[in-house]
């Protein structure tokens, strides 16, 4: 099973600042099977990239994602007010799917 | 409009079972993979089962093998999760979810799913 950790645990920004939140797999993933997630109280989650680095349809340009390996970023480059919520990333590079225990973000 | 609406959660005591159902509306099931994932009280997500488009090719999380049964039937464009043997930490709230590409890009509102005496 491929073990997904996210970094920080929380994140505490303003709106406008700048995001940044990291995933890291226990073995190297192609990028193509790597996804991030919103997810806000009381909602489903919302797909906002695939493929590591492709934004899901009517996701904002301010939502991007990198990486390779077992290294991967989301990076939110202006937060708005509706970005506050938790982010999870997940691999389908393996027969079980994982996902990440999330990151929230929250305001400052 | 795409919609997946899932049903069949509840209240059920240990050992015993229920069945999930997803039904799509808005789009044609049988030419998606489709996944199942769930999320405990003030938890993450936790991926629990996934499905090809012809059932061929079915996977399951070690926590719920050889207890739940993933299913799906195109021509009424529905999916199941056929879940026996249920223990306290199956509760959860359950998500069908599609897949497009390598996300999960359409996703229900969720089942909630109590396992307690």
């Known amino acids: 099973e491929i073990v997904l950790t996210q970094s920080p645990g929380t994140l505490s920004l303003s709106p406008g600042e700048r995001a940044t939140l990291s995933c890291r797999a226990s073995q190297s993933l192609s990028s193509s099977y790597l996804a991030w997630y919103q997810q806000k109280p009381g909602q489903g989650p919302r797909l906002l990239i695939y493929g590591a680095s492709n934004r899901a349809t009517g996701i904002p340009d301010r939502f991007s994602g990198s990486g390779s390996g077992t290294d991967f970023t989301l990076t939110i480059s202006r937060l708005e007010p509706e970005d506050f919520a938790v982010y999870y990333c997940?691999?389908?590079?393996?027969?079980?799917?994982?996902f990440g225990p999330g990151t929230k973000v929250d305001i400052k | 409009e795409v919609q997946l609406v899932e049903s069949g959660g509840g209240l059920v005591k240990p050992g015993g079972s229920l069945r999930l159902s997803c039904a799509a509306s808005g789009f044609t099931l049988i030419t998606y993979s489709m996944n199942w994932v769930r999320q405990a009280p003030g938890k993450g997500l936790e991926w629990v089962s996934s499905?090809?488009?012809?059932?061929?090719?079915?996977h399951y999380a070690d926590s719920v093998k050889g207890r739940f049964t993933i299913s799906r039937d195109n021509a009424k464009n529905s999916l199941y999760l056929q879940m026996n043997s249920l223990r306290a930490e199956d509760t959860a709230v359950y998500y069908c979810?599609?897949?497009?590409?390598?996300?999960?890009?359409?996703w229900g509102q969720g089942t909630l799913v109590t396992v307690s005496s």
């Open positions: 499905i090809s488009t012809g059932s061929n090719y079915i």
């Open positions: 997940q691999q389908s590079g393996s027969s079980q799917f994982t």
């Open positions: 979810a599609s897949v497009a590409g390598s996300g999960l890009d359409h």
